[in-house]
Antibody
Framework: QVQLRESGPGLVKPSETLSLTCTVS????????WSWIRQSAGKGLEWIGR???????NYNPSLKSRVTISVDTSKNQFSLRLNSLTAADTAVYYC??????????????WGQGILVTVSS | DIVMTQSPDSLAVSLGERATVHCKSS????????????LAWYQQKAGQPPKLLIYWASTRESGVPDRFSGSGSGTDFTLTISSLQTEDVAVYFCQQYYSVPPTFGQGTKVEIK
């Protein structure tokens, strides 16, 4: 059974950089595509970006200038960095696996999520 | 980006009755080359992450009760819960994966009347 768990700070100051890690168990991170998705009261569910089996990334154009997703295969983890934070980045951040049925962007499973608040 | 719009925002249905959630995309998510609609449905219970219910607009994920069904094509889709149970109280989201970025509807909250 594949499980994902997000970790990182729950509170970050405006203008700083958010760093989150998703630890995957029950599957090799090198075998699938992985995404970050966030959920806020203001914008609902928003796909942030993904990393593929070759370490290639694809980002939401709305966030592209501020986002970096990377993978650490030795730890079976992938990470999110989001810089120049504002209050609008306050959200629950989820990591998720893309469909295993092929190159289709539905998501299953999801991690439990981590609430990140941007405030001074 | 494709905009996904759900209706209603919330609905209350009696136990055992039918609940219907609608989802409309701003452009077609039907791919002629494989005859599939690139549309998924998720269920999110309070304090939990979304859970995949349906993909290809009408294919139930393994383990999802058959009272959940999806239908529609092109730009208009429906999620139906044929006989609402207490454990179905949740927010339901549609999501298109026809184009990048994948986008989600705003959610429909389903409650017991």
């Amino acid at each position: 059974q594949v499980q994902l768990r997000e970790s990182g700070p729950g509170l970050v100051k405006p203008s700083e950089t958010l760093s989150l890690t998703c630890t995957v168990s029950g599957a090799s991170i090198s075998s699938y595509y992985w995404s970050w998705i966030r959920q806020s009261a203001g914008k609902g569910l928003e796909w942030i970006g993904r990393i593929d089996t070759g370490g290639n990334t694809n980002y939401n154009p709305s966030l592209k200038s501020r986002v970096t997703i990377s993978v650490d295969t030795s730890k079976n983890q992938f990470s999110l960095r989001l810089n120049s934070l504002t209050a609008a980045d306050t959200a629950v951040y989820y990591c998720a696996r893309r469909s295993v049925a092929g190159p289709y962007n539905w998501f299953d499973p999801w991690g439990q999520g981590i609430l990140v608040t941007v405030s001074s | 980006d494709i905009v996904m719009t759900q209706s209603p925002d919330s609905l209350a249905v009696s136990l055992g009755e039918r609940a219907t959630v609608h989802c409309k995309s701003s452009q077609s998510v039907f791919y002629r080359s494989n005859n599939n609609n690139y549309l998924a449905w998720y269920q999110q219970k309070a304090g939990q992450p979304p859970k995949l219910l349906i993909y290809w607009a009408s294919t139930r994920e393994s383990g999802v009760p058959d009272r959940f069904s999806g239908s529609g094509s092109g730009t208009d889709f429906t999620l139906t819960i044929s006989s609402l149970q207490t454990e179905d109280v949740a927010v339901y989201f549609c999501q298109q994966y026809y184009s990048v970025p994948p986008t989600f509807g705003q959610g429909t909250k389903v409650e017991i009347k």
